[in-house]
């Protein structure tokens, strides 16, 4: 019965191959989020979705792209992975602003790359 | 900006022993105030947040505006208590979540 779900768990990539991180919903929450946690360090809020409307936070590498293709999936691209990208991707969810609610995150996707 | 500062990466306690994860930000808006609990190979999760008032398994938190401080409390650790436990931040418009980079907390025996 889980609720947010990312697949795959691990992911191993080549230094500059693209590679796709994918998350869906069983919500049907509006916004959608992608947090980058790297080792021993706090997540670090990358982008998210209200519904079709997309958000980049100012200091998100352009190497990192998403796609929300539908309310319950949502896509993390990174063009050319460097070593610096590896690390453990977060998806949540919440219904609506978190002002009145609370966010849901799926159990990540752990990025290596070589 | 805001910012989420959580001093001590790891709190090693006795089990029965009382708990208090330190949480200090800063945020120029009003801010909501949450804690956040991963345990082993689980997801991310919601402890509490602090315009609920509430207590979840024994774990209080007070917001402190004075010392802008939400540090997590316990009287008597239990041994499932052991996590990871973030402290976050939320913006006034609601839509970014600052993140704490955590404290692991082990209760031992």
């Known amino acids: 019965d889980a609720m947010v779900i990312q697949n795959p768990r691990y992911q191993v990539t080549q230094f500059g191959k693209p590679v796709t991180l994918s998350c869906s919903q069983t919500?049907?929450?509006?916004?959608m989020y992608w947090y980058q946690q790297k080792s021993s360090q706090a997540p670090k809020l990358l982008f998210h979705y209200y519904d079709k409307d997309f958000n980049n936070e100012a200091d998100t590498p352009d190497n990192f792209q998403s796609r929300r293709p539908n309310t319950s999936f949502c896509f993390l691209d990174i063009r050319s992975p460097g070593l610096g990208d590896a690390a453990m991707y977060l998806c949540a969810t919440s219904i609506t602003t978190l002002l009145n609610t609370e966010a849901f995150f799926g159990q990540g996707t752990r990025l290596t790359v070589v | 900006a805001q910012r989420v500062t959580q001093p001590e990466k790891l709190l090693s306690v006795f089990k029965g022993a009382p708990v208090e994860l330190k949480c200090n930000y800063s945020y120029s808006g009003s801010p909501e105030l949450f804690w956040y609990v991963q345990y082993s190979r689980q997801r991310l999760q919601l402890l509490l947040r602090?315009?609920s008032r509430e207590s979840i398994k024994g774990f209080t938190a007070d917001l402190n505006k004075g010392e802008t401080s939400f540090h997590l409390k316990k009287p008597f650790a239990q041994e499932e208590d052991s996590a990871m436990y973030y402290c976050?931040?939320?913006?006034?418009?609601?839509?970014?979540?600052?993140f704490g980079g955590g404290t692991r907390l082990m209760v031992k025996p």
């Open positions: 602090h315009i």
């Open positions: 919500l049907n929450h509006n916004v």
């Open positions: 976050a931040l939320l913006n006034n418009a609601g839509n970014m979540l600052t």
